[in-house]
Structures are given as C-alpha cells and as structure tokens.
C-alpha cells in the first residue's frame, strides 16, 4: 500500500496550493481520508477528513473556510485545496487512510510520505 503526495511548495501569505494524495488501495472508497501537518518541532496535528463516499468533511478549526478536501474515488485520489494561506500554515502535509472518521492519528492506518508547503510572510 502507497500513498503518494504531491503538490507542496514555497508560496507568500494568501496565495492558495492544491495538495494531491493518490492512493494505491483497492478499496479506495471505503477509507476515510485524512490531512494532517507538522510543523518543525511540532506534533502531528489534524487539518481534516473526508468521508469515503466524499459526502462529509470535518475540518480543524485552525484551516475551516479556508481549506477543502475532495476526492476523486475513480482515480483514488484526494485533494486539499488550501487557499488564504498564513505562515503558520508552514508545514509537512501528510495523508492518511484510516477505517473510521477521527481527528486522531493512531486511527489511520496507512500514511504518505509528506509534501512540504512553506508559506512566507
């Protein structure tokens, strides 16, 4: 099982990024998908999760109204779209599969290997 993310990059306060995650499971659609980040010196922390069929998102209160995360279950790939980005937004971006909807990382089973986005001031 692989997740691969792609998409980070060095952007200035308030310019958007689109972050990809492609998954190679083959029950794509039966996996809630999670974002987190984190930050040098920093835990892991939650950004938000999609539902598997993609109708419910859950979003942390520090990126709400400014992110969004969609998926696209024929090509098993999901999207954080991050727009009004902040400097603090700096971050390794990670995602994650997991059986269940839940804020935590030890729910989620399987995990990419992270995008850096760097937001400068």
């Known amino acids: 099982v692989q997740l691969q993310a792609s998409g980070g990059g060095l952007v200035q306060t308030g310019d958007s990024l689109r972050l990809s995650c492609a998954a190679s499971?083959?029950?794509?659609?039966?996996?809630?998908m999670g974002w987190f980040r984190q930050a040098p010196g920093k835990e892991r922390e939650f950004v938000g999760y999609?539902?598997?069929?993609?109708?419910?998102?859950y979003y942390a209160d520090s990126v709400k109204g400014r992110f969004a995360i969609s998926r696209d279950n024929a090509k098993n790939t999901v999207y954080l779209q991050m727009n009004s980005l902040k400097p603090e937004d700096t971050a390794v971006y990670f995602c994650?599969?997991?059986?269940?909807?839940?804020?935590?990382?030890?729910?989620?089973?399987?995990w990419g290997q992270g995008t850096q986005v760097t937001v400068s001031s």
């Open positions: 999609i539902s598997p069929s993609g109708g419910s998102t």
């Open positions: 994650a599969a997991g059986y269940s909807s839940n804020t935590s990382p030890g729910a989620y089973k399987f």
């Open positions: 499971l083959r029950t794509f659609d039966t996996y809630t």
